[in-house]
T-cell receptor, first 114, second 112 residues
Framework: AAGVIQSPRHLIKEKRETATLKCYPI?????VYWYQQGPGQDPQFLIS???????DKGSIPDRFSAQQFSDYHSELNMSSLELGDSALYFC?????????????FGDGTRLSIL | DQQVKQNSPSLSVQEGRISILNCDYT??????FLWYKKYPAEGPTFLIS?????DKNEDGRFTVFLNKSAKHLSLHIVPSQPGDSAVYFC???????????FGQGTRLTINP
């Protein structure tokens, strides 16, 4: 079965640079979620989109922005990167906005800031 | 403020026996609970979920129990298999919201 696809899998950037992470949800899933997992930590929710509209917001820095496109894929844009942004970034998708549908995760993008 | 807590960082179980993973939560507004399994270099894989209106949900070898009065849920795996060795995360969702709040994870090791 098709899963959530994230690209790139690994990304190395320097401080103050920008980065764009992409997420392609499972077909027919209309909701995408972004999480950040630091070393040895649990995943922390950043932001979500339902039918291309922002639906929930967590601890996402102002330097980050995201959007969901007409084909339901999503991009997380990160600017003025800092050392503390080094983490694993997961995207998840689900069918339906607020029903009891599980979120299915991609394998993540590992972002390293030098 | 850790709203979802998995107090056991690790658990070791013999193959064929039952594995019981525990999770406690503090927010009474959580209405949906999930368990995920995570292998290294992979994303969390959904295992099983339960709504707050139920106290038990079963899927094959996996059963989740919810005790709302104690704000406690557990995942039972029986019989345990070597492929079950992974980190298990408990997650919860606040009613009306979309984000999941995760526990810290429990590393399960199944010994042959």
């Amino acid at each position: 079965a098709a899963g959530v696809i994230q690209s790139p899998r690994h990304l190395i950037k320097e401080k103050r640079e920008t980065a764009t992470l992409k997420c392609y949800p499972i077909p027919r899933h209309d909701t995408v979620y972004w999480y950040q997992q630091g070393p040895g930590q649990d995943p922390q929710f950043l932001i979500s989109f339902y039918e291309k509209m922002q639906s929930d917001k967590g601890s996402i820095p102002d330097r980050f922005s995201a959007q969901q496109f007409s084909d339901y894929h999503s991009e997380l844009n990160m600017s003025s990167l800092e050392l503390g942004d080094s983490a694993l970034y997961f995207c998840a998708s689900s069918a339906g906005g607020r029903g009891n549908q599980p979120q299915h995760f991609g394998d993540g993008t590992r972002l390293s800031i030098l | 403020d850790q709203q979802v807590k998995q107090n056991s960082p690790s658990l070791s179980v013999q193959e064929g026996r039952i594995s019981i993973l525990n999770c406690d939560y503090t927010n009474s507004m959580f209405d949906y609970f999930l368990w995920y399994k995570k292998y290294p270099a992979e994303g969390p894989t959904f295992l099983i979920s339960i709504s707050s209106i139920k106290d038990k949900n079963e899927d094959g070898r996996f059963t989740v129990f919810l005790n709302k009065s104690a704000k406690h849920l557990s995942l039972h795996i029986v019989p345990s298999q070597p492929g079950d060795s992974a980190v298990y995360f408990c997650a919860a969702r606040i009613q009306g919201a979309q984000k999941l709040v995760f526990g810290q994870g429990t590393r399960l090791t199944i010994n042959p």
